[in-house]
T-cell receptor, first 113, second 116 residues
Framework: SQQGEEDPQALSIQEGENATMNCSYK?????LQWYRQNSGRGLVHLIL?????REKHSGRLRVTLDTSKKSSSLLITASRAADTASYFC?????????????FGQGTILTVHP | DGGITQSPKYLFRKEGQNVTLSCEQN?????MYWYRQDPGQGLRLIYY???????QKGDIAEGYSVSREKKESFPLTVTSAQKNPTAFYLC???????????????FGEGSRLTVL
């Protein structure tokens, strides 16, 4: 599949713990972004990281990008029950395919109070 | 208010019929996308368009066709050649910047197509 992989497919943790989700891809990217989707609701943009960046932070969120391994990670620190949602990475292809946005399968995160 | 409007929300089709799903946006966005979602699966890219009168195939374009005659409109036709058309279809749009793009995507509410 050209979509690559997200893992784990599901993650269950306790409040206060950290949650790490991974996204791998197969072809070059220009940028990659992470979205959150709460049950039955729309997708919310979290962070965009460009191919020349290695790490970005936003509040309790930390995204890393390793282009040599073709992978990105989303870390949520000190998780809360409200973080329970599905998380998707969206890859924006590089080169002549720039603009081709590919969604990962998503990671379902459950944070128990 | 600006946004993306997809219609119809629900559509039933008999086998062998073509059907067109509408996607209209008044956000002045250059880029528009069509995705398909099947139960338990993620969004898969069907077609995308970055400018008027131009579009590219996504990962699962077979059995689908699109047009981009106007900036605000990107209709998707599900043809009779699509072997398994029953699915949820989602239209997405964004600003088209090579640099400085924030990455924010705007989503329609989706169209659910059922083939009887």
């Amino acid at each position: 599949s050209q979509q690559g992989e997200e893992d784990p497919q599901a993650l269950s943790i306790q409040e206060g713990e950290n949650a790490t989700m991974n996204c791998s891809y197969k072809t070059s990217i220009n940028n990659l972004q992470w979205y959150r989707q709460n049950s039955g609701r729309g997708l919310v943009h979290l962070i965009l990281i460009r191919s020349n960046e290695r790490e970005k932070h936003s509040g309790r969120l930390r995204v890393t990008l390793d282009t040599s391994k073709k992978s990105s990670s989303l870390l949520i620190t000190a998780s809360r029950a409200a973080d329970t949602a599905s998380y998707f990475c969206v890859r924006n292809a590089g080169g002549t395919s720039y603009g081709k946005l590919t969604f990962g399968q998503g990671t379902i995160l459950t944070v128990h109070p | 208010d600006g946004g993306i409007t997809q219609s119809p929300k629900y559509l039933f089709r008999k086998e062998g019929q073509n059907v067109t799903l509408s996607c209209e946006q008044n956000l002045n966005h250059d880029a528009m996308y069509w995705y398909r979602q099947d139960p338990g699966q993620g969004l898969r890219l069907i077609y995308y368009s970055q400018i008027v009168n131009d579009f590219q195939k996504g990962d699962i374009a077979e059995g689908y066709s699109v047009s981009r005659e106007k900036k605000e409109s990107f209709p998707l036709t599900v043809t009779s050649a699509q072997k398994n058309p029953t699915a949820f279809y989602l239209c997405v749009s964004s600003i088209w910047w090579l640099e400085g793009w924030t990455g924010e995507l705007f989503f329609g509410e989706g169209s659910r197509l059922t083939v009887l």
